[in-house]
T-cell receptor, first 112, second 114 residues
Framework: QKEVEQNSGPLSVPEGAIASLNCTYSDRVSQSFFWYRQYSGKSPELIMS????GDKEDGRFTAQLNKASQYVSLLIRDSQPSDSATYLCAVGDSGGYQKVTFGTGTKLQVIP | DARVTQTPRHKVTEMGQEVTMRCQPILGHNTVFWYRQTMMQGLELLAY????????DSGMPKDRFSAEMPDATLATLKIQPSEPRDSAVYFCASVPGVGFYEQYFGPGTRLTVT
């Protein structure tokens, strides 16, 4: 069974700080990785995708991927109270069937 | 503004009743997923379709759940008979095409079975 592990949190950070969210995965041959944000009572929303080792930046968000360590992370710079949500890590199925496996999510709380 | 739509948004029903949930994927998206989300289990994949054909429904309790995609603009998930343990939020998501993994979620159907 392919697994995606995340710390459930809550992760509390003060406003303006960097929030660091981490995820490990079990499938060594996975090639596609995603971060979704889910506000309470809402549906998951795709915020980042990453396919190559290294960093990918989009505004205040940076996704980091290390395939050798089977590790993917999301950094949120200058955290805002509006960033308070649950962040889901998702890993694409290596079999090519467009499935992804979701982690259970990390709840982030940004304290004003 | 292209979005996945789901109906109904909320459903309260009694145990034993049939429940039908509907999903309209983003126009042109040919792969559709059904998920169930609970606090305890997180997001569980129930079934998914590509070009209206079922590819995998191994996550679905076969005795009571069924999923279909009668045309490219409609996917349905049916529970018959419903049970209290089916209470959850059911999400539909669609993907643009073969080779893409980015999933776009609908707003969900919150189901309560009493």
């Amino acid at each position: 069974q392919k697994e995606v592990e995340q710390n459930s949190g809550p992760l509390s950070v003060p406003e303006g700080a960097i929030a660091s969210l981490n995820c490990t995965y079990s499938d060594r041959v996975s090639q596609s990785f995603f971060w979704y944000r889910q506000y309470s009572g809402k549906s998951p929303e795709l915020i980042m995708s990453i396919y190559s080792n290294g960093d990918k930046e989009d505004g205040r968000f940076t996704a980091q991927l290390n395939k050798a360590s089977q590790y993917v992370s999301l950094l949120i710079r200058d955290s805002q109270p509006s960033d308070s949500a649950t962040y889901l890590c998702a890993v694409g199925d290596s079999g090519g069937y467009q499935k992804v496996t979701f982690g259970t999510g990390t709840k982030l709380q940004v304290i004003p | 503004d292209a979005r996945v739509t789901q109906t109904p948004r909320h459903k309260v029903t009694e145990m034993g009743q049939e429940v039908t949930m509907r999903c309209q994927p983003i126009l042109g998206h040919n792969t559709v997923f059904w998920y169930r989300q609970t606090m305890m289990q997180g997001l569980e994949l129930l079934a998914y379709f590509r070009n209206r054909a079922p590819l995998d429904d191994s996550g679905m309790p076969k005795d009571r759940f069924s999923a279909e995609m009668p045309d490219a603009t409609l996917a349905t998930l049916k529970i018959q008979p419903s049970e209290p343990r089916d209470s959850a939020v059911y999400f539909c998501a669609s993907v643009p095409g073969v080779g893409f993994y980015e999933q776009y979620f609908g707003p969900g159907t919150r189901l309560t079975v009493t």
